[in-house]
């Protein structure tokens, strides 16, 4: 069965930093694009980040560029984001996501708040 398994998620205050992780199984992970999507109560779910090509292309959100970082570890099944200077507004439900052509699955979801 496909999974997605998220991790990582938390409660941290502003300016703090956290490291999501994306742990992949029942398909072929080397093969697919990732990315992390992000969505906070009563907005529409956003694209965060994307990278392909085995961490040789990656692109972000304006409102992330600079402070989030992904990456991969395809011997690892495995996709992170991490996250520095975290503001009040990156506080949301990060979801990871896997593409190859139009097959696409999703994860479950790992809360991220960012609070004093």
């Known amino acids: 069965q496909v999974q997605l398994v998220e991790s990582g998620g938390g409660l941290v205050q502003p300016g703090g930093s956290l490291r999501l992780s994306c742990a992949a199984s029942g398909f072929t992970f080397s093969s697919y694009v990732m990315s992390w999507y992000r969505q906070a109560p009563g907005k529409e779910r956003e694209l965060v980040a994307v990278?392909?090509?085995?961490?040789?292309?990656?692109n972000y959100a304006d409102s992330v560029k600079g402070r989030f970082t992904i990456s991969r570890d395809n011997a690892k099944n495995t996709v992170y984001l991490e996250m520095n200077s975290l503001k009040p507004e990156d506080t949301a439900v990060y979801y990871c996501h896997a593409r190859r052509i139009s097959r696409v699955y999703w994860g479950q979801g790992t809360q991220v708040t960012v609070s004093s």
């Open positions: 990278i392909a090509s085995a961490g040789g292309s990656t």
